[in-house]
């Protein structure tokens, strides 16, 4: 599933594409740094804090998309919210199944 979004009147923007980008920008950015440090360069240190509350924003904004999507997907689909729920079934379902449990008898 994709999500566009259009701002004025540019070009549509899969907002998941974007977010998913901006993501790995930062993850390579923070790697780059990480090289550096490990090669004794410390010259950029002290942006690695910002950087990674950066990637961590970014990646809770993954998420939360994803989960979206994934609930819009299911509404689609009609998974979510049918509004009904049969009772006579569960209760069958549980009868059925307390009645093979005690069958099954003791350990």
Known sequence: MT?????GEGEPVDLADFTESLFRSY???IARVLRKI???EFDELKVLPGQVKQLREVYQLVQEERGRVEKLRK???????TGTIDFQSARD???SRLARLR????G
């Open 27 to 29: 993850a390579e950015d």
């Open 75 to 81: 509404q689609v689909a009609g998974i979510v919210g």
């Open 38 to 40: 490990e090669r004794g």
């Open 3 to 7: 999500i566009k979004v259009t701002v």
């Open 93 to 95: 379902e549980i009868g």
């Open 103 to 106: 069958d099954a008898g003791p």
